[in-house]
Every structure is written in C-alpha cells, then in structure tokens.
C-alpha cells in the first residue's frame, strides 16, 4: 500500500493511510489505519504536510453531547497537496498546493457576493460531521465503520477529502509550517482586528484572552496601527509572550477583579475590545469595558452551544457602544488567506513566533497537553515521512 | 432675591429677566395618574443656563414610561414631564452667547457642548460634558429651577421639562431652528422624528436595496420608515400589535406588516426570516421591551445584520443574545437621538423637510390646548396617536 507516487496510481481509488482518530470525549486519540475514499464530484483529496492544533478541536475533543460525535477525525489547522480531484472542480490540480478553511467560501452565493460579511449561505457553518454537499463521509476504518468528519477539514489524517468550497490553493514556495497558521487562528485574530473591527491609526485596543487567537488579534491591530494593546489574562507569563506581539500592557484579571482599572488606564474605555476565550460572562466584561459613543466589542471566542449573552437594556440604549461578533475574522478565506500569505512573506506579518513547538504526527497527543496545560500557543505537528 | 412676576401674557417679555416667573404647568405627582394644572415658580437661568417660554410640545412614549414608574431611577415625583418642544427664549444666564432673547429655539435631551471628546468626534453624539447628569435636575449643578406654590421642587426630565408654560434648560440642550418651518413640525425635530430618522440614516446606514425590519409603528419606527424609504430600502417590514398600524405605515414606506398576535405557531423572527430568505439586513427595536430586543435581533440576517435598539425599556429588562448567532456576523448597537447632534443636525433636517424631501406633517395626528394635557396620553395609550401636539402659547 503505497501511500503516494509521483504518476498518480492512487487517483480514482480507496487510500490507505494513518489517521489519528477521536474515539471517546477527552480520550487520546488513536493512530490507526483507516480508508479514505476518492474525491466525489466538486471535492480534491489532499496529502496533509502538516497542520497545527487550535484550541476548537480541543473543544469538540471534550465535549461528551451533539454537536460532539465519535469516532471523528479532528483537525481544521493545516496546509497540503492535491492528490486527485474529483469531478467539477476547477482552478485547483493535482500537485496544487492548498490551504483547507473551515468556514466555506464557494464564491458564488448571496453572501459570498456580498462585500459585507464572509458567512457562505450555500454551505452555513455548522459542526457537522460529514461531508458538506452530501452529507455522507470518506473515512472509514478497517472494519468498514464510519468516521465523521470535522468542520469539512478533519486535518489529522495524512489523507483527507475536502469540497472545494473549503479549499484555497497558495504559493507553493510558502513555509508550509507557517502557512498553515493562517487556515484558522492566526486569520481569525489578524481577520477580526482588520476586517471585523477595521482598527484605525492610533485606536486603543483591549484584548480579553491571550492565547493563540488574541494574540493574533494583537499582531492584527499592531499591524493596523494601534498605539495601545492592552493584554488581560489571568497568566502573569503571558505578557513577556504578549510584548513580542504588539501588546503594550497587561492586566492581570485575577488580580484586580475590577474592569474599572480598565476603564480609568483608557481614560473611558477601550476602542475596540476583542473577547478571544469563549466565555459569555467575559464579553460583559469586555463590554463594560469598551468606551461609550464609539466602543467596540468583537467576539471571537467560542462558547457553549446554547449560551446567552446578557446585555443591560439601559446599557445598551445609553452607552452606544457596539457589540458585534464574527468567524474566521470577517474574512472571505479563498481571496484573503492569499493577501495574508502574501504579507508573511513580504515580512509584514509575522508567523514565526505563533509556533512555540513542532512534532511528529505520532506526538500529536502531546500537542493536546501542551495546548490544554496553557504551554504551548501553536504546536506543528508534521505529516508523512 | 429676584422678585416674583405672574406672568399672564408675554407682552413684556424682556421685563422678566432676572426675575422668578409664575405660571402653569402640568404636574405629575402620582404615578400613572393624570397630570395636575397647578401653579408654579420658575427660577431665572443660571450661568450657562436659557430660560424658554413654550410654544407648543409633544407627548413622546418616553415620556410616558417615566410618568407610569414606580421604581428608581425612572420613578421620579412630582415632575414636569415633556421633551418634545419648541419655544422662544425669554432670558439667558451668564455666558450665553449663542442664543438671545426672542430666538426661535428647541429643547433636546441629547446634550451638544460642542467641546467634549464626543461631541468633537464625528462617531459620537453621547456629549460627555456633564458627568452626573440624573434626569431630575439641571445638569451644571445638580440643582433645580421649579417649585410648587408651597416651596416644594418640582424635578424635571431629561434636561428639558416642556409641559410648563415656562422652563429652565442648560444652554447644551438648546438648538436654534429657522422660524420657516412650522412650530408644530419644528417640536418634532426635537425628539421622535429625528432619533428614527437619524437611526436608519447615521447608526444603520441603510443604503439602497436593503431590506430592513421595524418592530413598534409609533412616531419613532414610522420615522424609521421614513428614513429607510428615502434611503432607496426595497423591503420595509413594519411589525405591530395593532393591525390599523399598517394602514398608516403605507404612508411612511411600510411594504410588509406582520401582527405578531397572529403568526399562529411561529414566531416573528421565524416568519420574518422566510419572508427574508434569511433575516432582515437591518431591525430597528422602537418600543422598549427586552423581548422585543430579542426578537429583533433573531430576525437579523448572518453574515451582516444590524440591529439597532432606540426604545427605552420600560421594565428594566435585560436583552438576551445567543452567543453563536452573535459569532455568525451580526452587530447590536443602541441610539440615542438617532446618533444625531443636535446642533448641526437638527437644522439639516429642517432644511430636507422645508425643501419637501421629508414628509413629516402625516406625523401629527392630533392637537390639543395645554389644559386638555391628559387627552394626549389617553390617545398614545390608545394606540390611536402617533404624535398630539400640544398648544400652550399659539402666538407668532
């Protein structure tokens, strides 16, 4: 079972290969064989060359009830190579190399025409566990069992199928452990502060959350101009980490307790406040926070299904400030992870210091301590041979 | 001590300056009772301060959610309830220099310094000269220019105080206007037609195309209407307890109607999103209550929707959002005044409606004299107003 030739032999057919597979809420994953069906009509399989983990896998890693299914083959971080296509698929070959994206882009309807917002309403974003257009999957183990898919990536697998209104092909000659960054977290935040927010020059930037997500919100509003980044966490390291980010100040939440520090350091309050935990009671907090007349408040973090935000009336009505949330940072990922790609490489935006480690597919459970234990902000973990 | 005047008509105004002027007003003393024709005692302005005879006033719902609480900070008594108005300035305090004597002026409880952080910025009108402003008393010095013929404070509301033949208002709060324009349609300016219109067209930014969702076709959700329309807004879907709103709302651009009492087993939001292929672009929320909020923000589309909250909710309640629906692009924002300055803003409407490219005389549906007050709060309460003007002076 070759997993992969130059003449491509495996096009068309089932390939064996290794995953690393979700089996139980919370328990390490399982390497193991499993069969990766060929691409159906409109979807290209890839060869992962490596992909990194966020903290969303992690979620869904733990979480016992629906949207949560088992066995999953998690993953939504990574970067690879088209190994076959399926039928329809245009614009993208065999050989391409191409950066998978959770939250489809397919170009063509109502919202991806629209110039205000990045949310496709041919394919809506869910945690599904299948494949998009037809709801079925390609993964199955040696037994012949299913296993579902994750947000339309499921990148932990050296093989995975993917619609092409999930994929985006880049410049092959892209790092490809740093070009993978930007298929979530690091887009997410640098998205959010450019595209959601529209930081301007001289803006006063509160970030609620300094993992890998706010963080990238800080290098978003660094490179849009900000003079202030305030950090606030509950981890006193994290602002040595956070200085070589943009952030400016820190404030240590467990220690003052009193989002009034807040708002007395920003004379008033914040221009933009970014909640990046995912923590309902948080974005009061970052709310509180933001300035009257023109706050901002942008949330990015994913809390639990069902939760509700609880505004006061009075507040809202008074204050004029603005609540807004978005994914994937407001952008529209086949036409803006290239514009990312692009400054990366003209070294304005810095991917280098968003990875604190690299591995090999086989440590990838390490990847999940690492990340769980708050020691780790983007761990590569490296397909293949 | 200035020396009391009774003030039976205003022949000599200027003879009043400095003076402490007797006249009527209309007090609310018990909550949700009718207001009470009485006497009072109306200090000159102080530094920084206008003292303005009404012309006439307008029962805005704002005014009524104050007047029906029982519960601080809402709840204030007796009080000179009103701010919707038009009136012509009788003296100034110390400093005045922007208005004068004889100026054809408006009262607005948005403040307008002028200097502050906000009003300086073009993406704020909350002006934040006066810190503790407590809607009971003036804002400068926290102390009040109404008493009752037994000595008593009379609080006033919202930095205005009009059902009175004669108040007291900081010099930010007052906004010239061209005596072009006809006081009654002037008195509107001064509150419900500019926050509607000022929502759809500076918080919103409806621009051509949109579809947008009005929930309360009071004064306020049909100048929402209004200035969606003008915008070029293709869809206009007005939603109203009261099935005779939609008749009226034809006038103001309302293409749709739903009746929340009879979307059967769905809900509004539900219907609305059908009806929308998704949700509207923008919700506008022009009654006060928290649920309403809610339901305005579900039926707001993915990806861009805006809701914006203009009513003042009457119970406290808080609005509750779903965290995911939240994440999938939508925004929620409050106004006041419509996000409008009052001082450069004001005129510009002035001038669209003097020019005929806002239609606003459909808004005034009734007029009473000042002593038939209470008529005007029965026909708001009876859904069969949208604004009752209230004479108190028809000189000029």
């Known amino acids: 079972m070759d997993i992969e030739k130059p003449s491509n032999k495996t096009a068309g057919k089932p390939i064996q290969c290794r995953a690393a597979i979700a089996t139980a809420p919370g328990e390490p994953l399982v390497i193991d064989e499993v069969i990766v069906d060929p691409p159906n009509s409109h979807e290209v399989r890839v060869r992962i060359i490596c992909t990194s983990l966020c903290h969303s896998d992690v979620t869904f890693w733990k979480m016992k009830d629906f949207p949560a299914v088992f066995p999953r083959i998690l993953g939504h971080e990574a970067i690879g190579v088209v190994e076959s296509v399926g039928e329809n698929v245009d614009g993208v070959v065999e050989g391409d190399v191409v950066i998978p994206h959770f939250l489809a882009d397919c170009t063509e309807c109502v919202g991806c025409r629209s110039k205000k917002g990045n949310l496709c309403s041919a394919f809506p974003f869910k945690i599904s566990p299948w494949m998009p257009r037809d709801q079925t999957s390609r993964f199955k183990d040696l037994r012949g069992e299913t296993i579902h898919h994750f947000v339309s990536v499921s990148s932990f697998s050296e093989y995975t199928v993917l619609d092409i209104a999930h994929v985006v092909k880049v410049d092959p000659t892209v790092p490809p452990n740093r070009a993978c960054l930007l298929s979530c977290g690091v887009s997410t935040g640098v998205g959010a502060a450019w595209r959601t927010a529209n930081v301007e020059v001289g803006s006063t930037v509160v970030i609620f959350g300094l993992g890998s997500i706010g963080l990238a919100v800080a290098e978003g509003a660094r490179l849009c101009g900000a003079t202030r980044i305030i950090g606030v966490d509950v981890i006193s390291e994290k602002f040595e980490i956070g200085k070589r980010f943009g952030v400016t100040e820190f404030v240590n939440s467990k220690n003052c307790g009193d989002k009034s520090i807040i708002i007395d350091m920003t004379d008033g309050g914040a221009d933009y406040c970014f909640e990046c935990v995912g923590l309902a009671s948080l974005v009061q907090e970052a709310y509180a926070c933001c300035r009257k007349g023109w706050g901002k408040t942008i ?87 | 001590m200035p020396s009391s005047e009774l003030v039976m008509d205003n022949k000599n105004a200027s003879s009043t300056a400095g003076k402490i002027i007797r006249c009527r007003a209309a007090i609310s003393r018990i909550p949700g009772k009718p207001l009470v024709m009485e006497e009072i005692e109306v200090d000159p302005p102080k530094a920084g301060e206008v003292r303005i005879k009404i012309l006439c006033t307008s029962l805005c719902h704002s005014d009524v959610t104050f007047w029906r609480s029982t519960q601080p900070p809402m709840a204030v008594f007796p009080r000179i309830l009103g701010h919707e108005a038009v009136g012509v300035v009788e003296s100034v305090g110390g400093g005045v220099e922007e208005v004068r004597e004889g100026d054809l002026v408006l009262p607005v409880f948005q403040g307008d310094c002028g200097e502050c952080r906000d009003c300086k910025s073009p993406k704020s009108n909350i002006c934040s000269k006066f810190v503790n402003k407590d809607n009971q008393s003036m804002p400068r010095d926290g102390t009040n220019r109404f008493r009752d013929l037994k000595g008593e404070v009379i609080h006033n509301v919202l930095n205005v105080s009009s059902f009175t033949q004669y108040t007291v208002v900081d010099v930010t709060h007052v906004v010239k206007i061209t005596p072009d324009i006809p006081l009654d349609i002037a008195c509107l300016l001064s509150c419900g037609v500019s926050t509607g219109l000022g929502a759809a067209w500076k918080v919103a930014e409806v621009e051509e195309g949109s579809t947008v969702a009005i929930f309360g076709l009071g004064a306020v959700g049909l100048s929402v209407a209004e200035g969606a329309r003008i915008r070029g807004a293709t869809r206009i879907i007005g939603v109203d307890l009261n099935p005779e709103k939609f008749e009226t709302g034809k006038k103001f651009g309302i293409t749709d109607f739903i009746n929340p009492a009879t979307c059967g087993d769905k809900t509004v939001s539900q219907v609305i999103k059908e009806m929308t292929d998704g949700g509207a672009d923008y919700c506008f929320e022009c009654i006060g209550l928290a649920s309403v909020m809610n339901d305005a923000f579900n039926s707001s589309r993915e990806g861009w929707g805006k809701t914006v909250i203009l009513g003042v909710e009457m119970h406290g309640s808080p609005i509750s959002l779903n965290s995911i629906e939240i994440l999938k692009g939508r925004s929620v924002c409050g106004t006041f005044f419509g996000g409008l300055k009052p001082k450069s803003d004001i005129a510009t409407l002035a001038q669209k409606y003097l020019d005929k490219e806002l239609n606003l005389d459909e808004f005034i549906t009734h007029e009473v004299s000042f002593h038939d007050i209470n008529k005007a709060f029965d026909l708001l309460l009876e859904g069969k107003s949208l604004r009752c003007v209230i004479w108190i002076d028809k000189q000029n």
């Open chain 1, 299 to 385: 949330v990015l973090g994913v809390d639990q299904p069902g939760s509700q935000l609880s505004l006061s009336s009075f507040e809202v009505l008074h204050s004029g400030k603005i609540l807004m949330g978005s994914l994937f940072g407001g952008l529209k990922a086949k036409s803006d992870i290239p514009i990312l790609l692009k400054r990366y490489m003209d070294k304005e935006l810095e991917l280098d210091k968003f990875v604190t480690h690299e591995m090999k597919f086989e440590e990838i459970n390490s990847a999940f301590d690492l990340l769980i234990k708050g020691k780790c902000l983007r761990c590569v973990i490296w397909m293949g041979e």
